[in-house]
């Protein structure tokens, strides 16, 4: 019997030829897009730390704002962080559910109907609308009837976080298997069951890690929070009467100003919410990776 020559092995994946040079001129300039980008967020981010560390501490986050003279050191950004908290949490209640279920309308029920594409059109011109005229909007609407409050602050804010929900929401349940929802029918399940109980739980990763982007892209509007809950120097507990601070604004009011303590309270303030911001990131990706090791 004769021999049988062993063939070598191609990997047909490598591009050969003009594919392999667009293929590595497609490569060096993702890399070059990567430095382009990365350089100036790592000055701001030194920038940011190198000027508001040295004033970051527990007293900062709890003590009250003091008047713009006082110097650095003296008082801190607690009304504000409360603010921040409290008007983000609001939003975050209202916008949340409302997109979840916007979504789940969108890929489980609409279909091709006039209404579900009416719904992702608003959508997607929502999500290019400038956050200083939903705050305009929100300021004509509802503040010029029923004054400054961090209700108004919750519904700009919300407005902003609706379109993000909807979107990430709905890109989620559409990677959800037919298969799974096919099963359950020929279970003989009811839709509004599947969509609970089968569809919810397979997508729930990738929409909380939505949602939780968009309240970190929420609380560091400024633009929004202007024109809704003006700017206090006191805490507000009352989130639905009278005017509120946030640390956004307080960073706009004192960053303005000539007095080193004012600045430094600045500088302090926008670390803080980009700690905040920094956080509720690594929350989603831990989210994010938690459901997908349950799922395999």
Same mark, same amino acid.
Request: glycine share 12%; charged share 5%.
């Given at each position: 019997m004769a021999a049988v020559t062993a063939q070598p092995q191609v990997d047909l994946r490598e591009p050969k030829g003009w594919r392999r040079t667009r293929?590595?001129? *497609?490569?060096?300039? #993702?890399?070059?897009?990567?430095?382009?980008?990365? =350089?100036?967020?790592?000055?701001?981010?030194?920038?940011?730390?190198?000027? /508001?560390?040295? @004033? @970051? $501490?527990? $007293?900062?986050? +709890? $003590?009250?704002?003091?008047?713009?003279?006082?110097?650095?050191?003296?008082?801190? #950004? /607690?009304?504000?962080?409360? /603010?921040?908290?409290?008007?983000?949490?609001?939003?975050?209640?209202?916008?949340?559910?409302?997109?979840v279920l916007g979504a789940i309308y969108l890929n489980e029920?609409?279909?091709?109907?006039?209404?579900?594409?009416?719904?992702?059109?608003?959508?997607?011109?929502?999500?290019?609308?400038?956050s200083i005229i939903m705050g305009l909007? @929100?300021? +004509?609407?509802? =503040?010029?009837?029923?004054?400054?409050?961090?209700?108004? /602050?919750?519904?700009?804010?919300?407005?902003? #976080?609706?379109?993000i929900v909807i979107q990430s929401s709905h890109e989620m349940l559409k990677l959800v298997p037919n298969s799974l929802r096919e099963a359950s029918y020929a279970l003989g399940a009811t839709k509004a069951r599947v969509t609970v109980t089968v569809v919810l739980p397979a997508a729930i990763g990738g929409i909380v890690s939505g949602s939780l982007l968009a309240v970190a892209r929420a609380a560091g509007e400024t633009a929004p929070l202007l024109f809704t809950i003006l +700017?206090?120097? +006191?805490?507000?507990?009352?989130?639905? $009467?009278?005017?509120?601070?946030?640390?956004?604004?307080?960073?706009?009011?004192?960053?303005?100003?000539?007095?080193?303590?004012?600045? *430094?309270?600045?500088?302090g303030a926008a670390l803080t919410l980009v700690a905040i911001a920094f956080i509720l990131m690594i929350a989603a990706r831990l989210v994010t990776a938690r459901f997908a090791r349950y799922q395999h």
């Open positions: 293929n590595r001129a *497609a490569t060096v300039a #993702m890399y070059l897009a990567f430095v382009v980008v990365i =350089v100036p967020l790592g000055f701001v981010l030194y920038t940011v730390i190198a000027k /508001g560390a040295s @004033i @970051i $501490s527990w $007293s900062f986050l +709890t $003590s009250p704002i003091p008047v713009n003279v006082a110097p650095p050191g003296v008082g801190g #950004m /607690g009304p504000a962080v409360l /603010g921040t908290i409290e008007i983000t949490a609001l939003a975050t209640a209202i916008a949340v559910p409302l997109g029920y609409g279909g091709r109907g006039p209404l579900a594409r009416f719904i992702a059109f608003m959508a997607d011109v929502m999500t290019g609308v400038p909007f @929100i300021f +004509t609407i509802w =503040v010029l009837h029923f004054g400054y409050s961090g209700l108004a /602050g919750a519904f700009a804010l919300g407005c902003l #976080m609706l379109p +700017t206090v120097t +006191t805490a507000n507990p009352n989130v639905f $009467s009278g005017a509120n601070t946030a640390l956004s604004t307080e960073i706009f009011a004192n960053a303005d100003q000539p007095f080193l303590g004012a600045q *430094a309270r600045g500088w």
